[in-house]
C-alpha cells in the first residue's frame, strides 16, 4: 500500500507540524508545499494579501509535477499544502492517485494564537481571513480535529488509512 498523504487546511491549522511527525513516523518523504509558491506569492503574502486563483494554481502545478514524479518512481511521502480550492486537491490527486487527504482542522481562536506565535514565517495572520473565505470544505470524513498532542492527531490518521 502507497503512503502518499496530503495533509490540508488553512495557515496556522498545523500541517507543516503534523505532515513533518507523520513522515517521520512513517519514515517517508516530507514535502513542505509552501516551497514551491513563487517569490512574487510570498512577498504578496508577506504583506498579509492573499495570493489570487491564478497564483495559486501556478504553484499547485509546481507541487502536481513534483508528486507525479515521485508517484511515477513509487516514493512514499507527506505532503503539507493548504490545498484550498476543491480544484486543486483535484489536481494533486491525479498526480498520485493514491494520495489520501488528510484536512487539518482547528478552531479559529487557536489559530489566531498559532499565528501570533509564528516568526519568520510569510504567512501570518493577515491571511487567515482570505485563507478562510477562500476554503471550499471537504467532505467531514477527510477532516481531522488537529487537538490533543501531535503524536494522537498521527495515531488518528494512522488508524483511518493505514
Known sequence: MNKQFLIMG????????????????????????????LMESKKKMMLGIGINNTERSKWIKRICDLIRHLDKNNY???LACSALKEEHRSMLLSSAPSL????????????????????????????????????????DSLKFFNTGSVDSVIERIINKYL
Request: with cysteine.
Open 10 to 37: 488553512v495557515t496556522g491549522s498545523g500541517k507543516t507540524t503534523i505532515a513533518r511527525h507523520l513522515a517521520l513516523n512513517l519514515k517517508v518523504l516530507f514535502v513542505e508545499g509552501d516551497d514551491y509558491h
Open 76 to 78: 512514499d511521502f507527506v
Open 100 to 139: 489520501k487527504i488528510c484536512w487539518l482542522e482547528l478552531d479559529k481562536n487557536n489559530i489566531k494564537d498559532r499565528l501570533n506565535k509564528r516568526r519568520n514565517h510569510f504567512a501570518g495572520r493577515g491571511l487567515l481571513k482570505s485563507q478562510l473565505v477562500s476554503l471550499e470544505k471537504p467532505d
